[in-house]
């Protein structure tokens, strides 16, 4: 299967900063990968759909000012989550499009 | 918009009892049908999958059952092991450009030594 990986694993901020997380996929192109939010014990909710090239498509309720992503090369897709919040606290995972794939996921602690 | 559910939420089993998770889908379109296990802190993984004109699937201990005029796929796990204990999710999803997945909200699966 594809090999994805998530930059960095977990990361601790103070309220107010911005954040990103990297997203590459190791072994093959992606046009289209999916970023994901998981709060503990819950499931996998889909945030956004990042597009190569293009804007990212968000999904309803999903704040695009706030959850910044960029995926400026079939390689690498970014989400900056600015302004942290303590509720933004989260576990954050990408995936590839098809077959979803994830990435290991980034644990966000916002103090 | 889709809607997965998933029950039940925990499920306890003895070892080497079986163990089924079910999950009902909303939008009648959706046509891949996947399941992950996801142990605590770790990335879902794929275990099995499912396309809507197959009925059933299996893998060694893992089958997996779809009826689409229900609407609701199944995951059956036989002889269950400790290591077996995880968060399974289902999800579902069509192809719209780009394959969609809306998941489940999660079995945590505990399996008894």
């Known amino acids: 299967g594809a090999v994805v990986s998530q930059h960095p694993s977990w990361v601790i901020c103070k309220s107010g900063t911005s954040v990103k997380i990297e997203c590459r996929s190791l072994?093959?192109?992606?046009?289209?990968m999916f970023w994901y939010r998981q709060f503990p014990k819950q499931s996998l909710m889909l945030m956004a759909t990042?597009?190569?090239?293009?804007?990212?498509?968000?999904e309803q309720g999903v704040e695009k000012d706030k959850f910044l992503i960029n995926h400026a090369s079939l390689t690498l897709s970014t989400l900056t989550v600015t302004s942290a919040h303590p509720e933004d606290s989260s576990f954050y995972i990408c995936?590839?499009?098809?077959?979803?794939?994830f990435g290991p996921g980034t644990r966000l602690t916002v103090t | 918009g889709e809607n997965v559910e998933q029950h039940p939420s925990t499920l306890s089993v003895q070892e080497g009892d079986s163990a089924v998770i079910k999950c009902t889908y909303s939008?009648?379109?959706?046509?891949?049908f996947p399941w992950y296990k996801q142990e605590l802190g770790k990335r879902p993984q794929l275990i099995i999958d499912?396309?809507?004109?197959?009925g059933e699937k299996k893998d060694q201990r893992i089958a997996v059952t779809l009826n689409k005029t229900a609407k609701h796929f199944s995951l059956h796990i036989t002889e269950t092991q400790p290591e077996d204990s995880a968060v399974y999710f289902c999800?579902?999803?069509?192809?719209?450009?780009?394959?969609?997945?809306?998941f489940g909200t999660g079995t945590r699966l505990k399996v008894l030594a």
């Open positions: 995936s590839t499009s098809y077959e979803q794939y």
């Open positions: 072994d093959f192109q992606a046009t289209t």
């Open positions: 990042s597009n190569e090239g293009s804007k990212a498509t968000y």
């Open positions: 939008d009648s379109a959706s046509n891949y």
């Open positions: 499912i396309r809507s004109n197959v």
């Open positions: 999800a579902a999803s069509k192809w719209s450009g780009t394959y969609k997945y809306i």
